[in-house]
């Protein structure tokens, strides 16, 4: 029943049907995902998860392009987003720019960025110069440095009214859908209530029109430690360590490779 998504059915699939997001950054694991994800989004959490950097800050957009033709090139029939790296969309001449490169170098179908009322001029700028932009609000893990860290929101009634005043600006900038992250429940309810277009939340319970998982967390290969949020599909670290120590052992005692592995 794969349906290759565009904005305009991911718009309507709010009160229909619940959007599934993942993230990929090669076209192996793309591929993999292409005919079930209704999106796939190129994270700049490929920073930490691939590059093993501490945050995403130091993600590049030549690396964000990169990743993201690996992609494309994988899963054709997915609704590819790029994740447009800090840096690359301070002002609005910047971002359009970062933004038509993206376009004229990859087949992506559309750029995420990170900011509320802040951002909302930007997200306009873009997308009325017709690029397709994704909203992400909450916790914006570009703003870490400036932050101090990570911190969940939505914990005060003032808080909770700046991400819905967020998340109005944002729609009303053209965005198609928005991130929540690392939001309350009750307050991503809320948030989910005040807008028309999907909300896609990662930390933020089940009350949002989608959810987003980065993959290598969501499938076990991130062994450091478990955020509350991510739920485990696969042991992914440990099926990967099983199966190397059974090669090397299978070296070990020559009996890999077999008569029937031999030229
Ligand atoms: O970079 C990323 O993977 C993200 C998602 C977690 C929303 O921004
Ligand atoms: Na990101």
């Not at 028309?196 to 980065?214: E, F, K, M, R, Y």
Request: proline share 3%; with cysteine; hydrophobic share 40%.
């Amino acid at each position: 029943d794969f349906e290759k998504m565009n904005v305009t059915k991911i718009k309507k699939a709010k009160n229909n049907k619940k959007l599934t997001m993942i993230t990929a950054y090669d076209a192996l694991f793309a591929k993999l995902f292409e005919e079930i994800a209704d999106m796939i989004l190129v994270g700049d959490s490929l920073n930490m998860s691939f590059a093993g950097k501490p945050d995403t800050l130091s993600a590049t957009l030549d690396q964000m392009i990169y990743h993201t033709n690996a992609v494309c090139t994988g899963a054709p029939k997915a609704f590819v987003i790029l994740d447009m790296p800090f840096g690359t969309y301070n002002n609005e001449n910047d971002a359009l720019n970062n933004a038509v490169k993206v376009y004229q170098e990859t087949s992506a179908a559309a750029v995420k960025i990170e900011g509320g009322e802040d951002r909302a001029h930007i997200i306009k700028h873009l997308t009325s110069n017709s690029i397709a932009v994704m909203g992400h609000i909450g916790l914006m893990p570009q703003y870490v440095r400036s932050e101090g860290g990570y911190k969940v929101r939505g914990k005060t009634p003032e808080d909770t009214e700046q991400l819905i005043k967020d998340a109005i600006a944002v729609e009303k900038a053209g965005a198609f859908a928005v991130v929540i992250e690392g939001v309350m429940s009750d307050a991503a309810k809320k948030i989910s209530e005040a807008v028309s277009i999907p909300t896609i939340g990662i930390g933020a319970g089940n009350v949002t029109d989608g959810q987003v998982l980065v993959w290598s967390d969501m499938l076990g290969f991130f062994e450091e430690f478990k955020p509350k949020f991510v739920r485990h599909y696969m042991n992914g670290a440990e099926t990967v360590k099983e199966a190397v120590n059974q090669y090397r052992s299978d070296v070990q005692d020559s009996s890999f490779p077999a008569k029937e592995e031999e030229y």
